[in-house]
């Protein structure tokens, strides 16, 4: 764990809001979660990616899912009332968020007022990891603040990776 990470906004906002947090780093060159999870030495079912999700017109929302996993875009869809959903490239979730893919954190996108949604598999942790909005720095956070501060609503939209599959493979993210 390197001790030379510079305070973020997330960092800001979790400490304006009375919210404890742990900062854990890790090579900024992964932009995978299962092998950012590896490196910090936790379960990846502990270490949680967000994802950008596009709505209707250029409306977004960020979901929470653990990095082992993959997101299931009809099951979210109908989670949030809502006929389809579609993943931007990485390119387009780097545009919209203006976090580079790898770095994209929910704590640090406050500022856009998107919903957020965390998979309900979270509710098996006290506390979970997620990015602090720069490559390599990530937060630990306990659900219940997580939720809270960021107003989320816990969803059941996740399932397994397909046999073979990279945890990239859905990643617009981080």
């Known amino acids: 764990m390197a001790n030379e990470v510079k305070k973020l906004n997330s960092m800001r906002f979790l400490e304006n809001s009375d919210i404890a947090y742990e900062v854990l780093s890790y090579d900024e060159s992964i932009h995978d ?5 590896e490196a910090m030495g936790l379960p990846p079912e502990q270490v949680y990616k967000t994802l950008v999700v596009q709505l209707k017109g250029n409306d977004y929302a960020l979901v929470m899912i653990p990095s ?22 990485k390119r387009g979730a780097e545009a919209a968020t203006g976090l580079k893919s790898g770095g994209i954190g ?11 949604y965390l998979d309900e598999s979270a509710q098996q942790h006290e506390a979970i990891l997620v990015n602090a909005g720069q490559r ?5 956070v306990k ?7 960021l107003k989320a609503k816990v969803v059941d939209v996740s399932e397994p990776m397909a046999d073979g599959a990279s945890a990239e493979e859905d990643e617009n993210t981080g």
């Open 68 to 89: 082992n996993r993959t997101l299931d875009l009809k099951r979210f869809a109908r989670s949030i009332g809502e006929k389809k959903v579609s993943m931007p490239t």
């Open 33 to 37: 979660g299962v092998r950012a999870a």
């Open 106 to 116: 929910a704590l640090a996108l406050t500022h856009k007022r998107w919903g957020v």
């Open 143 to 149: 659900v219940k603040d997580l939720v809270r501060v």
């Open 136 to 140: 390599g720095v990530n937060l630990k």
